[in-house]
T-cell receptor, first 113, second 114 residues
Framework: DAKTTQPPSMDCAEGRAANLPCNHSTISGNEYVYWYRQIHSQGPQYIIHGLKNNETNEMASLIITEDRKSSTLILPHATLRDTAVYYCIVRVGGETSGSRLTFGEGTQLTVNP | SAVISQKPSRDICQRGTSLTIQCQVDSQVTMMFWYRQQPGQSLTLIATANQGSEATYESGFVIDKFPISRPNLTFSTLTVSNMSPEDSSIYLC???????????FGPGTRLTVT
């Protein structure tokens, strides 16, 4: 699986957009970009994934650069409950032997009132 | 999404004993995964459990220490054997679900070994 690089921590004001970057310069053509978050003392929560195109769901937007070497997770209106560790993971899609998730250190996002 | 429950939610155990953690999923899944999260650290995959076959363990994890059962498509257990304080962690199970098999996680079992 391709490695990812994320800043260890970020702060954001409540109500503002939180933009979390991720570098994955060695991503392969069949690897997806997944984002998860882990709120303190809970299991990780799936947020969104993408292959090439930008994606949006009820939780967030995912912007993937054209060369796919980096991406940004956007929480459009951050709330205090969005304070969590955010993990960017790349892996092959589908249920294969290569579909394990490899967690890095993630970004600790703190949303301030 | 998937509804995943784990039992127990937490436990305090003595050194040298074993604890079996149960994971129940609300529908049938092919693969189930067990992770460990040591205090202040990220998640590490222990093993992948397919129904009807031996679990596949990641480097650094062995069956004698972490035996896994997968008796059917909705249930799995992980046993932490001969525990030491270094085994104090959160243990999480997860499953693949969805169009591209995104993973969903249980709430975790917080284990403290004294």
């Amino acid at each position: 699986d391709a490695k990812t690089t994320q800043p260890p921590s970020m702060d954001c004001a409540e109500g503002r957009a939180a933009n979390l970057p991720c570098n994955h310069s060695t991503i392969s053509g069949n690897e997806y970009v997944y984002w998860y978050r882990q709120i303190h003392s809970q299991g990780p929560q799936y947020i969104i994934h993408g292959l090439k195109n930008n994606e949006t769901n009820e939780m967030a937007s995912l912007i993937i650069t054209e060369d796919r070497k980096s991406s940004t997770l956007i929480l459009p209106h951050a709330t205090l409950r969005d304070t969590a560790v955010y993990y960017c993971i790349v892996r092959v899609g589908g249920e294969t032997s290569g579909s394990r998730l490899t967690f890095g250190e993630g970004t600790q996002l703190t949303v301030n009132p | 999404s998937a509804v995943i429950s784990q039992k127990p939610s937490r436990d305090i155990c003595q050194r040298g004993t074993s604890l079996t953690i149960q994971c129940q999923v609300d529908s049938q899944v092919t693969m189930m995964f067990w992770y460990r999260q040591q205090p202040g650290q990220s998640l590490t995959l222990i093993a992948t459990a397919n129904q009807g076959s031996e679990a596949t363990y990641e480097s650094g994890f062995v069956i004698d220490k972490f035996p896994i059962s997968r008796p059917n498509l909705t249930f799995s257990t992980l046993t932490v054997s001969n525990m030491s304080p270094e085994d104090s962690s959160i243990y999480l199970c997860s499953v693949n679900r969805g169009s591209i098999y995104e993973q969903y996680f249980g709430p975790g079992t917080r284990l403290t070994v004294t």
